[in-house]
Nanobody, 122 residues
Framework: QVQLVESGGGLVRAGGSLRLSCAAS????????IGWFRQSPGKEREFAAV????????QYAESVEGRFTISRDNAKNSVYLQMNNVKPEDTAVYYC???????????????WGPGTQVTVSS
């Protein structure tokens, strides 16, 4: 069973950048579709980005398209979320999650990390 741990969160000013990491253990991350999700207080968890195990195709929420980039480093068994030009609206707990299939919806992701806090100041 794959285990996921996020890191890289912290305080960043609007317009700045952060790189979040999702380290996997217990299985090979390349065999999973990995998604990044985020949740801010009082709001539901929402999709941010995904990289699928078949072909490594990526997909982004409109809110982060062009600013965030998801990538995978198979040698390190990790997935990253490069966050550029961050906005205060990006403030949230960010979670990585794994799905053995295509991860077509949030409920498809079976394995979740504990999350890492990202706070963007104006």
């Amino acid at each position: 069973q794959v285990q996921l741990v996020e890191s890289g969160g912290g305080l960043v000013r609007a317009g700045g950048s952060l790189r979040l990491s999702c380290a996997a253990s217990g299985d090979t991350v390349s065999r999973y579709t990995i998604g990044w999700f985020r949740q801010s207080p009082g709001k539901e968890r929402e999709f941010a980005a995904v990289i699928r195990w078949i072909g490594g195709t990526t997909q982004y929420a409109e809110s982060v398209e062009g600013r965030f980039t998801i990538s995978r480093d198979n040698a390190k068994n990790s997935v990253y979320l490069q966050m550029n030009n961050v906005k205060p609206e990006d403030t949230a707990v960010y979670y990585c999650a794994a799905d053995r299939s295509l991860g077509l919806n949030q409920q498809s992701f079976r394995y979740w990390g504990p999350g890492t806090q990202v706070t963007v100041s104006s």
